[in-house]
């Protein structure tokens, strides 16, 4: 007899927690965003685990109505990974932000998206330390002042994206807090790739680092500041998609669609599994200007490859191993089978 699923709704994974965030906090979109798109991937909520980090954006299991873990800082990703391992059916969901994955657990992200386990990191990039109360973090512009950089800050920052992609990640996204429809989309991409996908989600800290993305956000400049990337599509921006993005050999230019010079053929067309063309995306748009060839921020999936995952080889290696060797006698290994006489 097959057991009847349970249809859920986005608030049968809201939990009775209070949920604290600064008033205006990009967070709530985000939980709301994650909480919509958790009845559409078909699990039980018993299969689904949250494990976050320390930080603002690590408060996340508790608002959620599934199995998780508030972890130590920076750590978040070698929980799942041992998680993951021990049960590979799982559905598993690092929450992390700036802080929290690029600074003291860089080390870890790393090696989690090189190994390509299945499951979905989700980096709240406010570009500033939230909980902490106002410290630059990796993320953090050139010559930002906070309160532990009074005279600005003089390291250059971290590209999570790009990063990603030196260690070899197998999905790497974009997305912000301020636009939810995208967001949802992004999610279920992400839930959907067979591997590690990492998506950054600009969200803005309303207390300590307001309007850090208000740039991409606004309804007067979005527009023109921001272009959104789908496979198979030209780059094309705009409030009347009147302008595009094309390459002159391997640097991004803006062209005027509407000057007659260029039509969308010219334009650039997006090839998520190009993963040359995507560090480009990824690293060659500078900061938006009031000048009309100024690059917009690009938003959406930047690469997607299948590769094999590590739970499924280290697995096959458990079963290979079983077949050559039977299942072993714990109390015997531990024992060992090697001799010392000391005299």
């Not at 986005?10 to 958790?38: N, T």
């Not at 939810?180 to 950054?200: C, F, Q, W, Y």
């Not at 002159?248 to 993963?275: C, F, M, Q």
Request: hydrophobic share 35%; charged share 25%.
């Amino acid at each position: 007899m097959t057991q009847e699923q349970t249809t859920y709704t986005a608030k049968d994974f809201s939990s009775d927690q209070e949920v604290r965030w600064c008033p205006g906090c990009g967070d709530y979109s985000i939980l709301k965003q994650v909480q919509s798109i958790l009845p559409e991937i078909g699990l039980p909520k018993e299969d689904i685990v949250f494990i976050s980090g320390i930080g603002c954006s690590s408060r996340f299991p508790y608002y959620l109505n599934t199995y998780g873990m508030h972890s130590i800082h920076g750590r978040a990703p070698a929980i799942a990974s041992g998680l993951k391992i021990a049960n590979p059916d799982l559905s598993v969901w690092v929450i992390t932000g700036d802080g929290d994955s690029l600074s003291i657990g860089g080390n870890h992200l790393i090696h989690l998206l090189r190994r390509n386990f299945d499951m979905n990191v989700l980096l709240f990039n406010n570009e500033i330390y939230g909980l902490t109360k106002g410290q630059y973090s990796p993320t953090s512009p050139e010559g930002k002042v906070t309160k532990s950089t009074p005279m600005g800050s003089v390291d250059h920052p971290f590209n999570p994206l790009a990063l990603a992609a030196g260690a070899d990640g197998t999905f790497i996204a974009r997305a912000m807090d301020r636009d939810p429809k995208h967001l949802r989309v992004i999610l279920k991409e992400a839930n959907d790739h067979m591997g590690t996908s990492l998506v950054e989600i600009y969200q803005n800290c309303n207390v300590f680092n307001d309007g850090a993305f208000e740039i991409f956000t606004d309804k007067k400049t979005k527009a023109d500041k921001t272009v959104f990337v789908e496979h198979g599509q030209p780059l094309v921006f705009g409030e009347s998609d009147n302008k595009g993005v094309r390459l002159d050999g391997a640097n991004p230019v803006v062209v005027d669609l509407e000057s007659g010079d260029y039509s969308k053929e010219d334009l650039w067309i997006h090839d998520k599994t190009d993963r040359l063309k995507a560090s480009i995306l990824m690293r060659c748009f500078d900061e938006p200007t009031d000048a009309s060839d100024s690059l917009p921020r690009p938003f959406g999936i930047f690469y997607q490859e299948d590769k094999t995952r590590y739970e499924d080889s280290l697995h096959a290696q458990i079963k290979a191993s079983y077949e050559l060797n039977g299942e072993g006698d714990l109390q015997e290994l531990l024992k060992g089978n090697n001799t010392w006489e000391i005299e």
